[in-house]
Antibody, heavy 122, light 107 residues
């Protein structure tokens, strides 16, 4: 069974940093691209970042470019999101999601984690 | 950035009836369009990819159509578990983008 398990989020002060992680199981982690998608309270989905299977390709939304860094460790079946210079508007549930077929151009998300809440507040 | 616009924002339909949800892209995405369902307190679930291909395990009452800039998600014979929020997403250009969602509520 495919599973994506997000780490716990937390409360961070504006300007602070936080690292999210997501562990995959039930499939060959190293062959898939992964993404982070967030959802502010009561709002819609926002695509944040995506990383290819081999880390050759990385993309970011303009809203987080220069502040967030996506990475992965295939040996640990893990995806990460390092979030720096956090702002109140970064408050959201953050989901990790598996990209079905990045190399084939079909990087829609076929599996999602349960999400983790990040709150940026003083 | 491609802007995805969904309409209506809220749709009220009776159980057993048909719901039609729309998604418009600001520029062509060909058929690189997915639909997701999100129930309250849950993660999104993939319904449709390639504009019209149902994902594994998705009932036949869900159907998608369209290409280029205009897309439709149709749900026939609405069941109680279908009342949720639906999002479209393009995967043609970077950054990928979602529509703002359509809330399907019970009439």
């Amino acid at each position: 069974e495919v599973q994506l398990v997000d780490s716990a989020g937390g409360v961070v002060k504006p300007g602070g940093s936080l690292r999210l992680s997501c562990v995959g199981s039930g499939f060959t982690f190293s062959t898939y691209g992964f993404a982070w998608v967030r959802q502010a309270p009561g709002k819609g989905l926002e695509w944040v970042s995506l990383i290819s299977s081999s880390t050759d390709y990385i993309y970011y939304a303009d809203s987080v470019k220069g502040r967030f860094t996506i990475s992965r460790d295939n040996a640990k079946n893990s995806l990460y999101l390092q979030m720096n210079s956090l702002r109140a508007e970064d408050t959201a549930v953050y989901y990790c999601a598996r990209a079905y077929d990045f190399w084939g151009g079909s990087d829609y998300f076929d599996y999602w984690g349960l999400g983790t809440l990040v709150t940026v507040s003083s | 950035e491609i802007v995805m616009t969904q309409s209506p924002a809220t749709l009220s339909v009776s159980p057993g009836e048909r719901a039609t949800l729309s998604c418009t892209a600001s520029q062509s995405v060909r058929t690189n369009l997915a639909w997701y369902q999100q129930r309250p307190g849950q993660a999104p679930r993939l319904l449709i990819h390639g504009a019209s291909t149902r994902a594994t395990g998705i009932p036949a009452r869900f159907s998608g159509s369209g290409s280029e800039t205009e897309f439709t998600l149709t749900i026939s014979g609405l069941q109680s578990e279908d009342f949720a929020v639906y999002y479209c997403q393009q995967y043609k250009s970077w950054p990928r983008t979602f529509g703002q969602g359509t809330k399907l509520e019970i009439k």
